[in-house]
């Protein structure tokens, strides 16, 4: 199992339990969890961008 995979479920199991104790609380950690990379990305300047996608294209290709 790969580490972001052990870290979504993690985040998953965590979700759970706060949406039992605290549902606000469950929400506002998953708008952070899907905000927080969104805003990294957007703060990357266009080399960043294209070498960072140059990597995914040859990690989906089995390089």
Same mark, same amino acid.
């Given at each position: ?6 870290? *979504?479920? !993690? /985040?998953?199991?965590? /979700? %759970?339990? %706060? ?5 606000? %609380?469950a929400l506002a950690v998953i ?6 990379? /969104?805003?990294?990305? !957007? ?13 995914? *294209?040859?990690?989906?290709? /089995?390089?």
């Open positions: 199992m790969t580490p972001h995979m052990k870290i *979504g479920i !993690a /985040g998953v199991a965590i /979700g %759970l339990v %706060l949406l039992i104790i605290n549902p606000w %609380l708008v952070l969890a899907i905000a927080i990379p /969104g805003v990294a990305y !957007a703060m990357l300047d266009s080399n960043q961008k294209a070498r960072l996608k140059s990597i995914r *294209g040859r990690k989906q290709l /089995g390089r």
